[in-house]
């Protein structure tokens, strides 16, 4: 528990609050994962409905995954919340058991991550892929490109391998560690 509210873990999910607050009125709400999914639906493209109808249903299983942090249930999570709900579960990851259903919750949000990254649903992420996303969430091209190849063999990025940095990037507290260049994906 000390360990997983270290300063550089809190600095961490704050980030990741503050990605999802789009609106920027200081909470998460699902209003913010309309405004998410509508500049994004230009980055996974309308082309086909079934990807579209894919696509939707994703974003709502997101949003109710990360909805599941709203303790208070007023419909808007806030920061405190936020924390709390990642530290669980980081705890979680760290000493699996005492609540497994925070686990399967979060395999559940991890998987649907992946399969929205996935744009072209090969079953793994390609580089253009990682970098069309991260820009998206405001990181710089090159900076992109050198994380992917730091975490990639050659081109691709195999599923396991990138669920894997994701559990990672929720767990660790280690500044140092490679899962950090996933900020924009969980
Ligand atoms: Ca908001
Ligand atoms: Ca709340
Ligand atoms: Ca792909």
């Not at 607050?21 to 493209?45: N, R, W, Y």
């Not at 303790?71 to 497994?100: I, M």
């Not at 691709?156 to 940095?165: F, P, R």
Request: charged share 30%; glycine share 4%.
């Amino acid at each position: 528990m000390a360990t997983a509210s270290s300063e550089f873990w809190n600095e961490k999910m704050t980030r990741l609050f503050h990605l999802y607050d789009v609106d920027k009125d200081g909470s998460i709400t699902p209003v913010d994962f309309e405004i998410l999914a509508d500049k994004l639906s230009v980055i996974v493209g309308q082309g086909d409905s079934s990807k579209r109808e894919n696509y939707a249903s994703a974003r709502k299983l997101l949003c109710e995954e990360i909805m599941r942090a709203d303790a208070n249930n007023d419909g808007k999570v806030t920061r405190e919340e936020w924390l709390d709900f990642h530290r669980r579960l980081a705890t979680e990851l760290r000493n699996p058991g005492s609540h497994p259903e925070l686990l399967e919750q979060l395999t559940r949000r991890i998987n649907t991550t992946f399969s929205m990254l996935d744009l072209n649903r090969d079953g793994n992420i390609a580089r253009d892929e990682w970098v069309k996303m991260c820009t998206f969430f405001g990181v710089d091209k090159n900076e992109a490109d050198k994380s992917f190849t730091s975490i990639a063999d050659g081109d691709k990025l195999q599923e396991s391998k990138a669920k894997t940095l994701f559990y990672d990037y929720i767990k660790t507290d280690d500044p140092n560690h490679v899962s950090n260049c996933c900020l924009c994906f969980l």
